[in-house]
């Protein structure tokens, strides 16, 4: 696990990006899906810890955070000719790196960044590769109306530093 501290203008810019990219899915009307039933706040919230996750996860490997708005199934982070999703969690009993089986892309590389704001902690990554088009991990938390996905355990993850430094492939 990496810990990385993001300074006050870290915070800053990549909350205006959070709340940029939840007023912007307001204007165009658009939902979040999967049956999310959220409120705003909690859009903004979940938003604005995405987006700090995305940049910590760009100051750790060294790349350029691009501060992109409501760009679709796009990677959130670009390293190198790697395509990575981002996913942040606030700290709870069990977490797990969520990978939805519809709208995910093979052969990403999925990162689960745990949200202690300022600090924030990359637990590891996975290829999507791994688990989509099987049942590994394929869960729906017992939420019926929500649709499965596959929950990676923490200890399941490679460890981040295997993708800075080339050895995940």
Same mark, same amino acid.
């Given at each position: 696990?990496?810990?990385?501290?993001?300074?006050?203008?870290?915070?800053?810019?990549?909350? =205006?990006?959070?709340?940029?990219?939840?007023?912007? +899915?307001?204007?165009?009307? =658009?939902?979040?899906?999967?049956?999310?039933?959220?409120?705003?706040?909690?859009?903004?919230?979940?938003?604005?810890?995405?987006?700090?996750?995305?940049?910590?996860? !760009?100051?750790?490997?060294?790349?350029?955070?691009?501060? /992109?708005?409501?760009?679709?199934?796009?990677?959130?982070?670009?390293?190198?000719?790697?395509? !990575? =999703?981002?996913?942040?969690?606030?700290?709870?009993? /069990?977490?797990?790196?969520?990978?939805?089986?519809?709208?995910?892309?093979?052969?990403?590389?999925?990162?689960?960044?745990?949200?202690? +704001?300022?600090?924030?902690?990359?637990?590891?990554?996975?290829?999507? +590769?791994?688990?989509?088009?099987?049942?590994?991990?394929?869960?729906?938390?017992?939420?019926?109306?929500?649709?499965?996905? /596959? +929950?990676?355990?923490?200890?399941?993850?490679?460890?981040?530093?295997?993708?800075?430094?080339?050895?995940?492939?």
């Amino acid at each position: 696990m990496i810990e990385i501290k993001l300074d006050l203008y870290d915070l800053f810019a990549a909350s =205006q990006t959070g709340l940029t990219r939840v007023f912007e +899915s307001l204007r165009l009307k =658009q939902d979040w899906g999967h049956n999310y039933k959220g409120s705003v706040n909690d859009q903004i919230a979940k938003s604005i810890s995405g987006a700090c996750a995305e940049l910590a996860v !760009c100051r750790y490997l060294n790349t350029a955070f691009n501060f /992109h708005v409501n760009h679709g199934a796009n990677p959130d982070v670009m390293f190198g000719d790697v395509r !990575c =999703q981002v996913r942040s969690q606030l700290p709870k009993k /069990h977490n797990s790196l969520i990978i939805r089986p519809k709208g995910s892309k093979a052969g990403e590389m999925y990162i689960l960044v745990i949200d202690k +704001s300022p600090t924030f902690e990359i637990k590891g990554f996975v290829n999507s +590769s791994y688990v989509l088009n099987t049942t590994k991990y394929l869960t729906d938390f017992g939420i019926s109306d929500r649709p499965e996905v /596959h +929950s990676v355990p923490i200890d399941k993850l490679t460890p981040i530093n295997f993708l800075k430094d080339g050895a995940w492939n």
